[in-house]
C-alpha cells in the first residue's frame, strides 16, 4: 500500500546518454516498489531514457512505469507542489521555481543533492553534510553513494542477487536470452571453449590493441557490443562502412556482434551471461560488480585526469584480498585501458588470470551484498520527515 506521506522527487539531467538515467530510474523503481513511496521522476530527455527502457513514450508530458510517475522535465518547469523529499541528481541544478516552492512548503522537504559515485576516503567526511540555501529557509544534504561504512551505498534491489544466481544456473535461461538477442546458444560455444565478452566503452585508443588481442589468441572470442560510442570505432577497425544492430564481423578468432542497445533488465542479464565484461561510467561498472563476473572499467573521462584518482581508489578496494600476481595484473590492465594504452601484451595474462579473477569477482560481490543499499540509506535518512506518524518499511520482495 503507498504511504501518502511518502511522495518523492528525483530530477534527473541526462548528461551521458544512458549513466545518469540508468542510476535514477533505478533508484526510483527500487523507491516504488520495495518502499511504497510515490516517486515523480523529472527526465530532460525522454529518447535517452527510451533506450534502456523501451516502453518509455519519449513525448509524453506525465506517464506511469512500474509505479514511477514520469515527467518531462521541461522549461520553464508547470507549477508544481513539491514532494517531501527532493532529490537533485548527479550534478543536475533544481529550477529556481521549484526551489521557491520548496521554500513555501511546510514543512521544508528534505533535499538531497545525490552525488556521483566514488571510492575515494573524501567522499565520508563530505557525505551528510548540510549545505544551508544563501536566501531561503532550506538546507541542501550531500548524499555520497559509495563502497566504504559511512557513505550512503549502492543501488542494489532486494531480489537481486537471488535473479543473478538463477540465472547463472539455469542453462535452459542463458539459451533463451542468447537466442532473444540474436546470438547463438552459449553452452554449445562453451563445450568448443568459446569465451564471450560484453563491451559497453567510450571511444578508446585502446580498442584497436585489444580487437588484436582476440583475433590473434588462441581461443574464440565471441565479442558482443550493445550500440554505442565504441561502434563505429570498431566497425573501422573491420573496414566496415557502417555499424547498426544485427551486425557481424570476424577475424581470426574474434566475433564481434553488434547488439541493440538494451533494456537494463536484459544488461543485467548479459552482464550474468559473459564470461568478462568491459563496463563504462557508474551504471553499468555498479551492474557489472553485481554479475560476479571479471571486469575492466572504463571510468568517465575527468579534466587534469580525476577520473584515474577514482580508478585508483576503488581498485585499491577491489584488489585487496586477490593474490598478488592477480592484483598487479587488475591493477596494470584498468590503468591501461583508462590510460588508451595498448593492452596487446596484457590480454593473454588476463585470459589465463580468469578463473581466478571470477572466484574474486563472486567474492567481491558478496562483499557487497553486506552494505546497506543506496535507496535503504535515503529512506533512513529522510524518514523522519516524509512520513508522518508512520514508519517506512520495506516491502518483502
Given at each position: 500500500m503507498r504511504n501518502p506521506a511518502a511522495h518523492w522527487d528525483i530530477f534527473c539531467s541526462v548528461i551521458d546518454n544512458y549513466g545518469d538515467i540508468g542510476v535514477t530510474w533505478r533508484l526510483a523503481r527500487q523507491l516504488a516498489t520495495e518502499?511504497?513511496?510515490s516517486v515523480r521522476l523529472w527526465v530532460d530527455d525522454l529518447a535517452a531514457f527510451r533506450h534502456i527502457y523501451p516502453e518509455v513514450n519519449a513525448t509524453a508530458a506525465t506517464q506511469f512505469l512500474q509505479g514511477v510517475e514520469i515527467r518531462h522535465w521541461t522549461t520553464p518547469l508547470p507549477a508544481?507542489?513539491?514532494g517531501s523529499v527532493v532529490?537533485?541528481?548527479l550534478a543536475c541544478n533544481l529550477p529556481d521555481s521549484f526551489i521557491h516552492a520548496m521554500a513555501e512548503k511546510s514543512p521544508s522537504p528534505v533535499w538531497i543533492n545525490l552525488e556521483y559515485l566514488s571510492a575515494e576516503n573524501w567522499v565520508q567526511g563530505v557525505h551528510g553534510l548540510p549545505s544551508p540555501h544563501p536566501r531561503l529557509p532550506l538546507t541542501k544534504h550531500f548524499f555520497m553513494p559509495g563502497y566504504l561504512a559511512k557513505t550512503g551505498g549502492?543501488?542494489?534491489e532486494a531480489q537481486l542477487y537471488h535473479a543473478r544466481d538463477a540465472f547463472q544456473g539455469d542453462i535452459n535461461a542463458q539459451s533463451r536470452f542468447w537466442a532473444e538477442i540474436g546470438l547463438p546458444n552459449n553452452h554449445a560455444l562453451h563445450l568448443r571453449r568459446h569465451l564471450r565478452i560484453s563491451l559497453f566503452s567510450y571511444e578508446s585508443a585502446s580498442?584497436?590493441?585489444l580487437l588484436a588481442a582476440c583475433s590473434q589468441g588462441p581461443q574464440p572470442i565471441d565479442l558482443v557490443v550493445p550500440l554505442g560510442k565504441a561502434v563505429p570505432q570498431i566497425a573501422t577497425w573491420f573496414a566496415a562502412t557502417h555499424a547498426q544492430a544485427?551486425?557481424?564481423?570476424?577475424?581470426g578468432n574474434l566475433n564481434v556482434h553488434v547488439l541493440p542497445m538494451l533494456s537494463q533488465d536484459d544488461y543485467d542479464r548479459l552482464l550474468w551471461a559473459c564470461d568478462c565484461n568491459f563496463v563504462r561510467g557508474e551504471d553499468s561498472f555498479v551492474r557489472a560488480q553485481f554479475a560476479a563476473r571479471p571486469l575492466i572499467w572504463q571510468a568517465y573521462r575527468q579534466e587534469e585526469g580525476a577520473h584515474l584518482d577514482k580508478l585508483a581508489a576503488f581498485l585499491d578496494l577491489y584488489c585487496a584480498d586477490l593474490p598478488p600476481a592477480g592484483a598487479s595484473l587488475v591493477r596494470e590492465m584498468w590503468q591501461a585501458w583508462n590510460r588508451e594504452e595498448d593492452i596487446h601484451a596484457l590480454w593473454p595474462a588476463w585470459i589465463a588470470a580468469l578463473p581466478v579473477l571470477s572466484e574474486h569477482a563472486r567474492a567481491w560481490a558478496t562483499h557487497l551484498a553486506e552494505q546497506t543499499d543506496l535507496a535503504a540509506n535515503l529512506v533512513e535518512f529522510s524518514g523522519g520527515a516524509t512520513t508522518g506518524s508512520e514508519t517506512l518499511r520495506r516491502n518483502p520482495a
Open positions: 518502499y511504497a513511496i508544481t507542489e513539491p532529490i537533485e541528481a549502492l543501488t542494489r580498442l584497436a590493441g544485427g551486425d557481424h564481423w570476424q577475424r
